[in-house]
C-alpha cells in the first residue's frame, strides 16, 4: 500500500518539477535559445490536452459501459488531423496573418470586429467549459481519495471538497504564473506549452505502461486478451449508426471548436509547417491512447468487484495487483491530463473574458481620449487576466461543488462538447463563406446556445434538478413538442443524438438565414474578403484615415499595454522603415493597421479596433472611406485611360507629323524643280531675245531681216508674256485670291466659243452630243471657258491620229455634271497619268508643243476653285479627260 | 481596363501537376477515413468486438501511415504556398 503522504508528495515533487520546466522554458525563449521550443514535436505533445482527464480514466469507464464507443471520441480529431489541408491550415493561416488570439476573437474578428459576438461566443465558452474543468477536479479528487481509501483511511465528503479547493488553488497559481507572465504581442506561452508537452509524454507513458502491465501481466498476452474481450460483457459489436456517426462528427468538430483547443492549435501555434508533422504524429498519439482502453476494462470488469467505479480502473486495477509504483504513475498520468486541460482551457478562457468583456468595459467607463491619458493599461490588462484565471477556477470548483460531484457530473462531457461546437457553423462559414454576416452568426450562435441548453444543458442536472419533472414530459406551458429529448415532436431519439442533431441543424439554418438576408458592414465585408482569401493576399489592408492622432498619443498609449521597451522599439522600427530617425513615425493608414495587428495579439481585434478608433476620433471604416478606396482605385484606371488614349493619340500625331514632313521635303524637292523648270522656262525665250537684239544691235542688215529679227522678239515676248500671264494666273488661283464671277449661260454655248477659241482652222474633228449639253450653268463661265479651251487646244496639239478627233460628251449623276473630252490618239500613259497635271509636266518633247506644260495645272486649279474637279479618264481608246461639275453649278436642266 | 488574373494554365510541368494531385490526396484522407469507418456499421451484430477492434485499429494505422506519406510529399510547398495552385 503506498501511504497517503508518499503520493502527495510525489504530486508535489511532480508539480515542482513541472514548474522548473516551465521556468527554464520561458528562460531560454527570452533569451533567444529556446529553438527546441519551436519543433514540430512539442506542437504535437502540446495538442495531447484533448486527452483530459475525462479521457484517461473516463475512457476505460465509457468502454467499461458501452463498449467501442468511446474511439469515436478520438476518431473524429483522427479525420480533422489527417485532413489538415482543408481547415486546420487555413485556420493556422488566419490566426498568424489576423493575430487571434482566441476563437471568440477569430468570431469576433472574422465578423467586422464585432465586440457583441466577441461577449457571445465567451459566454457561451464559459458556460460550456465551466463543467468540463469541474469534472478535471473531480477526477483528480477522485484519484487523491482512491489512494486514500487504499491506505485505509477513506475520505468523505468534506474532505472530497477540500482537495478539490486545493487542487483549484494550486492550478489557479501555477496558470497566472505561467500564463500572464507577460504581455506578449502574440499571446504565446513557453513555458505552459513546455510543461503540457512534459504532461503528454507522463499521460502517455502511464497509459501504455497500464496497458502492457494489463495484457502481458496479467491477461498472458495479445491473443487471450482477444478472447477476454469477445467473452466479456461488453463483446457485442451493437454499434447504432446515428451515434457513432454524432459522436465523430461531435468529436471532430469539437477539436477545433473547443476554446483549449483553438488555444494550442491555432495561438501557440508557431510554424505553419507543423502542422505537417502534427497531421499524423497527433492520431498516432490518439491510437496508442486509445489502444489500451479496451483490455483495461475488460481485465478490470473481471478482475474487481462488480460494485467499482470503472472510471477508475485505470488506477484500481494496478494497486489490485500491488503495482504500487504502476499506480503512482498511472496517478500521475491522470494527474497530468487533468492539470493540463485545466490550464490551458482556463488561459483560453481567461483571455476570452478579458479581450471580450472586461477590457471593453473598462474602456467603455473612461471614454474618449482618457484611454490615453488616465492608469496602466497593461496593467489593467494583466490584472483582469488574472482575476479571470481565478474567476474560471472558481466557477468550476462551484460548480463541482453544487452538482455534488457524482456520476451527474461524468456525464456531461459529451454535453459540454455539444456546447462548444454550437461555435463550428459561424467559424467554417467565417473562413469559407464571404457572404456570412455578424447578424447571421450571432443569430445562429444564440439559438444553437438556446437549443442546447434546453435539450442537453439543463437536462443534465439530473431530473426535476432545473427542468421540472412536468415541464419533461409534458412540455414547457404544455406546449407538447417543446419537450426537451423530443422536439417538433419526434420521439424515441437518443437525447445526446437529438440535441446535437437540433442544435446544429438550427443554428446552421439560422446562421444561413440571418447572413443571406441581412447586410453586412463594410469592415466586416472587408474582414470577410481577408479571411476567405487568406491565401491570395497575406497582408490586410484595413484602410484606417489618416487622423488627427499623433504619433505621440499612440505611444503613450501602446507603451502602456506592451510595455515601453518593446513600445519603443516598435515605434522606433516604423520610423525607420519610413526614413525617419526617431521614435515618433508619421501616422499613416500603413502604421496604423500594424499598429492595430500588433495590438490585437495583446487584447484581440475588436478592442485593438475600438482603442485604435478612440485615439483617432472614431475615424474607422466608413461606406464613404470604402467608396473613397474604390474611387482613388476608379481615378488612377481612369488615369491609365487617359494615358493609354494620349499614347495612341500622341502615335498618330507623330505618324502626321512624318507624313507632313515627307511632304514637305517633297514639296521642297517640288520647288525645286520648279524653280529650275521655270528659270529653264523663263530663260529660253529670254536667251533668243537677247542674241536677237544682239544682232540687230551690232550688224547691218536689210529691213526685210530687221523685221524678221524683230518678228522673232516679238514673240518670244509674247511667249515669255504668255508664260508669265500663265504663272501668275497660276498664283493667283493656287493661293486663292482669285475672285469669280457668278455668271449664267448655257453649257451648249460655252463648249461652241471654246471650239471656236481653240478649234478653228485646225483639222481636228469635234463630234458632240448635243441633247446633254441643252443646261443653264451658274458658275464663272470665263474661267470654265478657259478649261475647254486648254483642253481642246491639247487635243489639238497633241493627238497623234491620223484623222484626229475629239468627242465631247456630256453626262450626269445624281451629284454631278460630267463633261467628257476624248481624242482619237493613242492616249497618255499610265506612268504619266498622274503628273500630267503637274506644273511644267509635259509628257512628249516640249519643242513640239511650245507651250510651259502649266495649261493642266490651271485647270485643275480653276476647277478645284470651282467647286468640281478635272480627271484623267483612263481607257477610252485616246487621251479623255472629264470635268466634273458640281450639282450647284446647274442651274436648270432645259 | 481592370487587368484580369492571369488565366490558369491549362497545362503545368510534371513535377506541379504531381504535387497538386498529391495535395488532392492530402484532402480525400478524411473522407476514405470516413467510409471505411463506416463499414463496422454494415456488420451483423453477431460481430464480436475483438474483430471490430481489430478492424479499426488497422484503418486507424493506415490513416496515419497515408497522412505520413503524404506530409512528406506535400511538406516541399507548405512554406512557399502558391494562392493559385490549387
Not at chain 1, 159 to 183: D, H, K, M, Q, S
Not at chain 1, 273 to 299: C, D, E, K
Not at chain 1, 718 to 739: C, H, I, K, P
Request: with cysteine; charged share 15%; hydrophobic share 50%.
Amino acid at each position: 500500500m503506498v501511504a497517503f503522504n508518499v503520493l502527495v508528495a510525489v504530486a508535489l515533487a511532480y508539480v515542482a518539477f513541472l514548474f522548473a520546466v516551465a521556468f527554464f522554458a520561458e528562460r531560454r525563449a527570452a533569451q533567444g535559445l529556446g529553438g527546441w521550443l519551436y519543433s514540430p514535436i512539442v506542437y504535437t505533445l502540446s495538442l495531447s490536452i484533448y486527452c483530459t482527464a475525462w479521457t484517461f480514466y473516463g475512457a476505460v469507464g465509457y468502454a467499461a459501459r458501452s463498449g467501442l464507443e468511446y474511439v469515436t471520441i478520438y476518431l473524429g480529431p483522427t479525420l480533422v488531423m489527417v485532413g489538415w489541408w482543408w481547415v486546420l491550415r487555413r485556420l493556422v493561416r488566419i490566426g498568424r496573418t489576423q493575430r487571434i488570439t482566441s476563437i471568440a476573437d477569430l468570431i469576433s474578428s472574422r465578423f467586422g470586429k464585432s465586440t457583441s459576438l466577441g461577449v457571445i461566443v465567451t459566454l457561451m465558452a464559459v458556460v460550456a467549459g465551466t463543467p468540463y474543468i469541474a469534472l478535471q477536479l473531480q477526477s483528480v479528487t477522485l484519484s487523491f481519495s482512491v489512494f486514500a481509501e487504499a491506505g485505509g483511511r477513506p475520505w468523505g465528503p468534506n474532505e472530497l471538497a477540500g482537495g478539490a479547493r486545493w487542487v483549484a488553488v494550486g492550478l489557479a497559481i501555477f496558470t497566472v504564473l505561467f500564463g500572464t507572465r507577460n504581455l506578449d504581442a502574440n499571446e504565446r506561452h513557453h513555458g505552459i506549452v513546455m510543461a503540457i508537452a512534459v504532461e503528454a509524454v507522463v499521460k502517455l507513458l502511464a497509459l501504455i505502461a497500464v496497458g502492457v502491465f494489463v495484457v502481458w501481466g496479467i491477461a498472458g498476452g495479445p491473443t487471450q486478451i482477444l478472447a477476454q474481450i469477445d467473452a466479456s460483457p461488453i463483446a457485442r459489436w451493437e454499434q447504432n449508426g446515428a451515434r457513432w456517426f454524432s459522436l465523430i462528427f461531435l468529436s471532430a468538430a469539437a477539436f477545433i471548436c473547443l476554446p483549449r483547443m483553438f488555444q494550442v492549435l491555432v495561438v501557440e501555434n508557431v510554424d505553419e509547417r507543423h502542422l505537417n508533422i502534427a497531421g499524423w504524429a497527433f492520431p498516432a498519439y490518439l491510437m496508442l491512447m486509445s489502444l489500451f482502453v479496451v483490455p483495461i476494462a475488460v481485465v478490470g470488469l473481471r478482475l474487481l468487484p462488480a460494485g467499482a467505479n470503472p472510471d477508475l480502473f485505470v488506477l484500481t486495477v494496478p494497486l489490485s495487483q500491488g503495482q504500487n509504483g504502476l499506480a503512482m504513475l498511472s496517478f500521475l498520468g491522470g494527474f497530468s491530463s487533468a492539470t493540463s486541460m485545466v490550464i490551458v482551457a482556463t488561459i483560453a478562457l481567461a483571455t476570452m473574458v478579458s479581450n471580450h468583456i472586461v477590457v471593453p468595459m473598462w474602456l467603455t467607463t473612461r471614454s474618449g481620449g482618457e484611454a490615453k491619458m488616465s492608469g496602466d493599461v497593461r496593467y489593467v490588462i494583466l490584472l483582469s487576466r488574472r482575476l479571470s484565471i481565478a474567476g474560471v477556477l472558481l466557477l468550476g470548483y462551484l460548480y463541482y461543488r453544487v452538482s455534488g460531484g457524482g456520476t451527474a457530473l461524468a456525464a456531461i462531457g459529451l454535453v459540454s462538447f455539444t456546447g462548444a461546437v454550437q461555435v463550428l457553423p459561424a467559424l467554417i462559414g467565417g473562413i469559407f463563406w464571404r457572404g456570412s454576416t455578424r447578424v447571421g452568426a450571432a443569430m445562429g450562435l444564440i439559438t444553437g446556445f438556446v437549443v442546447w441548453s434546453w435539450t442537453l444543458f439543463l437536462p443534465s442536472f439530473g431530473n426535476g434538478a432545473v427542468i421540472t419533472e412536468a415541464v419533461a414530459t409534458l412540455g414547457p406551458f404544455g406546449i407538447n413538442w417543446l419537450r426537451p429529448d423530443a422536439l417538433f415532436g419526434i420521439d424515441g431519439m437518443d437525447p445526446l443524438v437529438h440535441g446535437i442533431m437540433w442544435s446544429m441543424l438550427l443554428n446552421a439554418a439560422m446562421f444561413f438565414a440571418g447572413s443571406v438576408f441581412s447586410f453586412p458592414t463594410p469592415l466586416e465585408r472587408l474582414q470577410g474578403a481577408q479571411f476567405v482569401n487568406v491565401f491570395d493576399y497575406s497582408t490586410g489592408s484595413q484602410p484606417w484615415r489618416t487622423s488627427a492622432a499623433s504619433a505621440e498619443d499612440l505611444l503613450i498609449m501602446f507603451q502602456r499595454i506592451i510595455g515601453g521597451t518593446e513600445a519603443q522599439a516598435f515605434f522606433q522600427r516604423a520610423a525607420s522603415k519610413q526614413g525617419k530617425v526617431g521614435y515618433l513615425p508619421d501616422v499613416t493608414s500603413e502604421f496604423l493597421e500594424n499598429l492595430e495587428r500588433e495590438l490585437a495579439g495583446s487584447v484581440g481585434a475588436a478592442t485593438a479596433h475600438a482603442m485604435i478608433g478612440q485615439l483617432t476620433d472614431g475615424s474607422g471604416l466608413s461606406v464613404e472611406d470604402l467608396i473613397a478606396v474604390a474611387d482613388e482605385a476608379a481615378q488612377i484606371l481612369e488615369y491609365s485611360n487617359q494615358l493609354e488614349a494620349k499614347s495612341a493619340e500622341q502615335d498618330r500625331t507623330a505618324r502626321a507629323l512624318q507624313d507632313a514632313n515627307e511632304q514637305l521635303t517633297a514639296l521642297s524637292v517640288q520647288k525645286d524643280a520648279f524653280l529650275s523648270q521655270i528659270s529653264h522656262e523663263l530663260r529660253t525665250p529670254m536667251t533668243s531675245i537677247r542674241s536677237f537684239s544682239e544682232i540687230l544691235r551690232d550688224s547691218d542688215m536689210t529691213a526685210a531681216e530687221q523685221g524678221k529679227y524683230a518678228g522673232i522678239i516679238h514673240d518670244e515676248t509674247l511667249r515669255l508674256t504668255r508664260l508669265l500671264d500663265d504663272l501668275l494666273d497660276l498664283s493667283v488661283l493656287a493661293n486663292g485670291e482669285v475672285v469669280l464671277q457668278d455668271q449664267t449661260g448655257s453649257l451648249s454655248a460655252l463648249i461652241e466659243r471654246a471650239v471656236s477659241v481653240a478649234g478653228h482652222g485646225v483639222k481636228l474633228t469635234i463630234k458632240r452630243t448635243r441633247v446633254g449639253e441643252d443646261v443653264v450653268l451658274r458658275t464663272d463661265l470665263d474661267r470654265l471657258v478657259q478649261v475647254f479651251i486648254n483642253l481642246i487646244a491639247n487635243a489639238h496639239k497633241y493627238c497623234d491620229a491620223q484623222k484626229p478627233a475629239l468627242r465631247i460628251e456630256v453626262s450626269h449623276s445624281d451629284a454631278a455634271y460630267r463633261i467628257d473630252f476624248i481624242d482619237n490618239g493613242s492616249g497618255i500613259r499610265a506612268e504619266n497619268q498622274k503628273i500630267i497635271f503637274e506644273k511644267f509636266a509635259r509628257i512628249s518633247d516640249e519643242g513640239k508643243a511650245g507651250g510651259a506644260g502649266l495649261g493642266l495645272a490651271i485647270c485643275r486649279e480653276i476647277m478645284t476653285r470651282l467647286g468640281g474637279q478635272i480627271t484623267y479618264l483612263p481607257g477610252q481608246g485616246g487621251a479623255a479627260f472629264r470635268v466634273v461639275l458640281p450639282m450647284t453649278a446647274i442651274l436648270a436642266n432645259q | 481596363m481592370i487587368p484580369s488574373a492571369p488565366k490558369p494554365a491549362a497545362f503545368v510541368a510534371k513535377g506541379t501537376y504531381r504535387r497538386r494531385r498529391m495535395r488532392d490526396l492530402a484532402r480525400a484522407v478524411p473522407v476514405i477515413g470516413v467510409v471505411l469507418l463506416a463499414i463496422p456499421l454494415l456488420w451483423s451484430d453477431a460481430a464480436l468486438n475483438s474483430g471490430a477492434i481489430v478492424y479499426i485499429f488497422v484503418v486507424w494505422v493506415l490513416l496515419i501511415l497515408l497522412a505520413a506519406a503524404i506530409s512528406r510529399a506535400v511538406s516541399t510547398d507548405v512554406a512557399t504556398d502558391t494562392p493559385k495552385a490549387r
